[in-house]
């Protein structure tokens, strides 16, 4: 019924996980990414974020990424609810 | 002859393989983009012989990168191709299988790491994926050598499919679909190196590791350098060397020409290693008693940190700081490698996307990074005036290296992307390993630096007998000694430095200089001009033009440092 909440990756908290629901960026952007698993549909956890728009580390099934803040910024996710 | 080329994603052990199929020992380690250039090696088939590549790691055959782009190349000259996977990561590793599937080459695919896929609960049908690929499948663990005989064997079978995808997307549906029907995940619970893997991407647990490993690896270094200097070099010098070179000075009668070149001058009838300058003494000396023994150590510590994976998270952590200086994260790599040798340091500039991050990378690391044979003969002579000495030399070398960065990034066209890289997961690597690779770079560094060392310590020889010198010295005075406060005679070692600077931090020795001058001549060394196999590299890396604006920059920046150092301390 309503609406499920949507944040960038970058915006994210540490620990949320969600779904890849769009990447707002260039045919570049979006094969680069897709290159490392992170594509819509993907489930993926926020890892962590460093200080200062740092880059952001994320898990997507058994792989680590870390990508930089402005590209975090363009991954739309929707998150899960806590069950 | 048949040549197969080894292709798949970064990081996922194709140079590990390499070894295992053609015995050609070849740098691995456990980060993406260790492999930049490409490897050749020999594999006997029965009766013929077969090329084996090395190609460097690609995501997809569109590259983002330029060590990308040798791969794309490589597959024009191939005649069949082993894709290595990652078994712990199927699916992403699936999209390039899939696009090489699609091209003309025969194809086998073989599932690496499957140990740890196993230890990861991630079960694969392995008869079900060559059903639905159309090609053999062979799982593997490099490490151990499981695996190799039987791929080795069903090289034969491989073949080329040539399926065809309309788009990238029907190529992800289809891995999706190959993945439900071919892999199970059992559970299993948190191991400690995930714990660790995420305390070290946490930003405050990350700084914390990151100050620990340094500090740990710094003192491990100088400890284990000091040890083999003390308890192995100079005892064998003291008690081997010195005897023998005694005996072969007084067998040539204690001086004439091949006296000088050979043993050196005596200084006070005695040999001094420092001082002497003969091939067998200062040459010798310098290379396997002082500048080995840290060669050693320093690649100790960063086989280790290598193997283990710890470099890409520290990428991250001092991602922010090296956007300043125009380059990203993973710039660190190659530039941690430049402690070590800035050849392979600027090769592994590669790894960066753009044009302007390797020029300003490669430029950075020529100035401001210091290698492992520099800042072993830095810790011995200045060193010996008082460690707050080499504090300063190091100092400068940082600030320089910050302050050009800041500049370059200003001032420098063209764009720096951002940092996009996969984590590895922590492995706890076998020594034997470890053992092995230190190996494989000590003996690359004896075969390459030797050499130069020993015509190095000719050549100054023989132009101190003609008397080029003097006239170099005389030229060069008025910036040695009123910019620099140096003697005139320095303009020699600074110029021997082109050729190797280990030689010539050991040339500084006899000039009586004063602590201030020698931290202002090793830091001037260290800044002013690459060695020549550096400025060989730097050509092909980024070309005569370029590489002559780095050259114009490193030259200017060291008689500034210089300077300053000469108003201020």
Known sequence: ?83 | MMKILLMGNPNVGKSVLFSRLTGTRTIASNYPGTTVGFTKGYLKLGETQAEVVDVPGTYTLEPTSKAEEVAAEMLKDGDLIIDVVDATNLERNLNLTLQLLEGQLPVIVVLNMWDDAHHRGINIDVTKLEELLGVPVVPTVGITGQGIKDLVSRLPEATAPQTTCASSDERWTKIGDIVSQVQSLSHRHHTWREVLEDASSHPAGGVAIALLVLAATFFVIRFIGEGIINYVTDPLFNWLWTPLLMKLSLFLGSAGFWHDILVGKLINGDIDYLQSMGLLSTGIYIEFGVVIPYIVSFYLMLGILEDIGYLPRLAVLMDTFMHRIGLHGYAIIPTILGLGCNVPAVMATRILESRRQRFIAATLISIGVPCAALQAMIIGLVGAQGTQYVALVYGSLFISWVVIGLILNYAVKGFSPELMVEIPPYRLPPWRVIGEKLWLRVSSFIKEALPIVLGAVLVVNIFYMLGVFDFIANIAAPVMSGLLGLPKETVVPLAVGFLRKDIAVGMLAPLALTAKQLVISSTVLAMFFPCMATFAILARELGARDMLKATGIMIAAALIMGGLQNLIL
């Open chain 1, 1 to 83: 019924m309503s609406e499920k909440l949507q944040l960038t990756l970058a915006k994210m908290e540490a620990g949320q996980t969600g779904t890849v629901v769009q990447v707002l960026g260039g045919h570049g952007l979006i094969r680069r990414l897709e290159a490392l698993g992170i594509r819509p549909g993907k489930k993926v956890t926020k890892i962590s974020s460093m200080l200062f728009r740092g880059p952001v580390t994320l898990r997507t099934n058994h792989t680590q990424v870390a990508i930089g803040f402005g590209m975090a910024n363009k991954i739309l996710v929707e998150i899960d609810t806590p069950a």
